[in-house]
């Protein structure tokens, strides 16, 4: 029952997640400190999912990466519209090798589920591990991204995101633990790692608030000894 609550649970983070950032990027239009490689991956990532949920009658799997693929596209899209630098061919194959590797190996597993005498539940843990190794290298570009570079704009990046990030990540695994589906916990565990680096850095990063600046104004203020008229003497 917990873990299936669990499930439940990081399903509905994962859903969730992504949005704040559609707003940011294709509402505010910002999207300074995105990855174009990492936003690539929020796109072919889910698809994979979708493919193993379809191979091994996962039905969380399918609806969860159908929600969290169509944010990803739209992610995407934005970033490429705001950032003419990143339309280039030099981007564009680096950010579409590490996706299509990803497509590549969702194409092989409906070849072979379609062979005769070979079930889906048998090449879904096949997909399921290759989807675990790449996680690990999708879960790289963006805190890499941010540790490089420590002067980088951090404006397109929602901060809310990354927190609900780490919960989903929490959730899948301790769901994939219980569940005794390697792919999903060393999957969620490494996207965890990811998303408490970036939480980390967005709070250290953090440009002072409005309100402190405004306390701060008033303290300066405090700080000076007025006198009144009747202490002038007029």
């Not at 969380?60 to 934005?78: C, D």
Request: glycine share 12%.
């Amino acid at each position: 029952m917990l873990t299936h609550a669990l499930g439940c649970l990081g399903a509905a983070l994962s859903m969730s997640l992504s949005w704040p950032q559609v707003y940011k990027s294709c509402v505010q239009r910002r999207t300074g400190g995105l990855s174009a490689t990492a936003s690539a991956l929020g796109v072919a990532m889910p698809l994979g999912w979708i493919t193993y949920g379809l191979l091994s009658g996962e039905r969380i799997q399918i609806v969860t990466n159908t929600v969290t693929g169509t944010a990803g596209l739209l992610i995407m899209v934005a970033l490429l519209a705001t950032q003419p630098s990143l339309r280039s061919t030099r981007a564009l194959r680096v950010s579409a090798g590490a996706a299509g590797a990803v497509l590549a190996a969702i194409l092989l597993s409906g070849l072979a589920a379609a062979l005769p005498g070979v079930r889906g539940t048998e090449v879904a843990p096949v997909l399921g591990l290759v989807l675990a190794g790449v996680s690990v290298l999708s879960a790289i570009p963006q805190p890499l991204a941010l540790l490089r570079d420590r002067h980088l704009d951090l404006s397109g990046l929602s901060p809310l995101r990354w927190r609900m990030g780490a919960g989903a990540c929490a959730s899948w695994f301790a769901y994939g633990l219980g569940t005794g589906q390697p792919a999903v916990y060393a999957s969620a565990s490494v996207g965890l790692v990811s998303a408490l680096i970036v939480c980390t850095i967005l709070y250290l990063r953090a440009e002072p608030s409005t309100a402190t600046e405004i306390s701060g104004g008033a303290r300066w203020r405090d700080s000076i000894h007025t006198r009144t008229l009747a202490m002038a003497g007029v």
